[in-house]
């Protein structure tokens, strides 16, 4: 909880202007009881008017400062929570964007979901409850104890027997609390998680009509998540009635005794009804001992999933090289890689050496999981070679500051991305500050700029939610757009021309072959491959084999089934 709460460092001024008005709350309320005790015993029992009138007006006094200082506190309160749980979420989301993908994956994405909602408002309710009742709590617990021994110590000693007993049965509640809660977090997690898979794959739940088999799931889990809260909730339901059972205990005990010692003459009524008026405040105060304990217990499970992310150990960047050090600006290398993903053993790549000069395009072909994503994921860094060498613009990528690498980089994924905005919104993601002539250029070379300027809006036109929908194809084409946007040295295309027509590729590639870009292109088209300078070919994690294409029709009989099968598929969709 100790790094989480270092977030409200900031306001420590403000803390202490609410906590000092709870106090002063507290301390009025302390001494209430005591005015009370005077007005009966040398007021009403004493037959004096004035001293009655005298001692009721301090009561409404301190009555009046009771309610400032609680409304105050509660101003403050609010604000100091409200802006901590700003901040925290700021900084968790920070942290989570500065992870490298090892880091990232992780963590599953719903997990993170909960921890930027659901965690940082449970954390961010504890202190603003810390700041209003849950100091206030105990501490009116130990003030009327005080109090209650300034009054009567005799009668005091009756009110206190039974704490020994409630403070362990409270210290075993709330260790259990916080492990029930943290069960309820990790089933919440569970159901973001399928909400999010499921909203995401809306069109296939229906095209294979399996609606009511995801509602079944989603109930399965929404159960679990019930049963959970309901255990949790059911610890903390019965801390209520044992404190109170405790509490009511000692009051007849000093009713009890009270009672005795007021015949035997060592008791006045005033300070009996004193002492009864601060165990009622005792048991008002320990009633909301079970809502704090839930409170600070789910609060206890949440920091700590939070902190699991802000702790979270990540690779550091190296920060040797300037920019200015691209004496080979655009040329690849890899050296001897292999690689296996982090937490795995399975080397997935096995000793691959090739190297592109500046401008050289590369096609990679290769089986569905032969390695082609992975290799291209090694250039900008999204993981590091567990053996071997990837150089980049000449120099080792482990190298390069990561931004300066990645802003020369132009990667367009397998599954094209685009965020809720406007084309021009996205295109401009690609390079900050880019003028709409940039755009518009890019998207031309992408063949996608006529495809914009067809709708109502063109560039302005919205995509996504509450937008229009686009093609697959136009997705692709955009996202590569996005990519050219950046005048990227190096331009990564993961088969992300798989939607095209074969007129617009063929366009495209004379496009892409002008740009002034390295290229390393996945794709499965021997049509596409044929173009390019080299064509890798990867089988199984090893290069199987590598050239031009006429090379490899010679040397390759891989290569060669390949080539064959699609050229009769070809001539079989012509007939
Ligand atoms: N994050 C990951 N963690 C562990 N293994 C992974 C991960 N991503 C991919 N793999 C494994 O690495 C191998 C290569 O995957 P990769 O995605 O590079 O293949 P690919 O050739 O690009 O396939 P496709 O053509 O289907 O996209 C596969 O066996 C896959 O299971």
Known sequence: ?????????????LIAIALSLMLLELTVELLQPLVIAKIIDDGILAGDRN???????????LSAIAFLSGVVNSYFASHVSQSFSFDLRKVVYARIQSFSLATFNR????????????DVNLVQQVLFMSLRIMLRAPLLVIGSIAMAFVVNAQLAVYLVIVFPVL???LYVMVKKGVSHFSFVQQRLDQLNRMVQENLQAVRLIKAYLRGKHESNRFSGVADSLKIDTVKAFRVMEIILPILLFGMNLSLLAVLWFGAFEIRQGSAEIGELVAIVNYAMRMTGAFSMFSFIIMAFARAKSSSERIEEVLLAEDVREKDEHGEDNMLHRGAVEFDGVSFAYPGTDRLVLKNISFSLKANEKLAIMGATGSGKSTLLQLIPRFYDATDGMVKVHGSDVQKWKLRTLRKTIGIVPQQSMLFTGTISGNLSWGKEQSEQSELADAAVKAQIHDT?????DGYNTRVGQKGVNLSGGQKQRLSIARALVRKPSV??????????????EAALWQELERENATMLMVTQ?????????????????????????????????LYRQIAFSQQEQEVDEYV
Do not use: C, N, W
């Open 525 to 557: 088209k021997i049509r596409t491959a044929m173009k390019a300078d080299r064509i890798l070919l990867l089988e199984d994690g090893e290069i199987s084999a590598y050239g031009t294409h006429e090379q490899l029709l010679k040397a390759s009989s």
């Open 51 to 61: 001293q009655i009138i005298e001692y009721g007006i301090i009561l409404m006094g």
């Open 452 to 456: 914009v300027m067809r709708f109502p």
């Open 107 to 118: 963590f599953p994405a719903s997990g993170l979901i909960t921890r930027l909602t659901s």
């Open 1 to 13: 909880m100790k790094t989480v709460f270092s977030y409200a460092k900031p306001y420590k001024f």
């Open 491 to 504: 331009l990564i295309l993961d088969d992300s021309t798989s939607a095209l027509d074969v007129k617009t």
């Open 167 to 169: 403070s362990v049965f």
